[in-house]
Nanobody, 124 residues
Framework: QVQLRDSGGGTAPSGGSLTLSCTASGDTSGHYCIGWFRQVPGTQRERVAFVSSSGRFTYYNGFVEGRFTISQDKTNHTVYLRMNNLKPEDTAMYYC?????????????????WGQGTQVTVSS
């Protein structure tokens, strides 16, 4: 019933910027949280940023250090991740994910809908 389409990845130089987009289709009226994870092959998946459907609560992982900004456009059912001052260690597959069952945006297991992922590569 819900499908997430994430896009916007690509290659950027160190210090550059990229903006990721995630557009939701289907019945998302009851979603609680939406955000981004990332994963490098062979490593543990990491939380990046989340936002509640109301927009009142946001979370950023410490490694973002003010560089990334998550935002929502509810009219277009889209969430964005603006990534500034990219670093080589930001290189990963980035996944949009949404929770439609729990208001606990910090519970990884609550994210039950996922995009297919978009690759971000940052060169040094």
């Amino acid at each position: 019933q819900v499908q997430l389409r994430d896009s916007g990845g690509g290659t950027a130089p160190s210090g550059g910027s990229l903006t990721l987009s995630c557009t939701a289709s289907g019945d998302t009226s009851g979603h609680y949280c939406i955000g981004w994870f990332r994963q490098v092959p062979g490593t543990q998946r990491e939380r990046v940023a989340f936002v509640s459907s109301s927009g009142r609560f946001t979370y950023y992982n410490g490694f973002v250090e003010g560089r990334f900004t998550i935002s929502q456009d509810k009219t277009n059912h889209t969430v964005y991740l603006r990534m500034n001052n990219l670093k080589p260690e930001d290189t990963a597959m980035y996944y949009c994910a949404a929770s439609l069952t729990s208001p606990n945006c910090m519970g990884s297991s609550n994210y039950n809908y996922w995009g297919q992922g978009t690759q971000v590569t940052v060169s040094s």
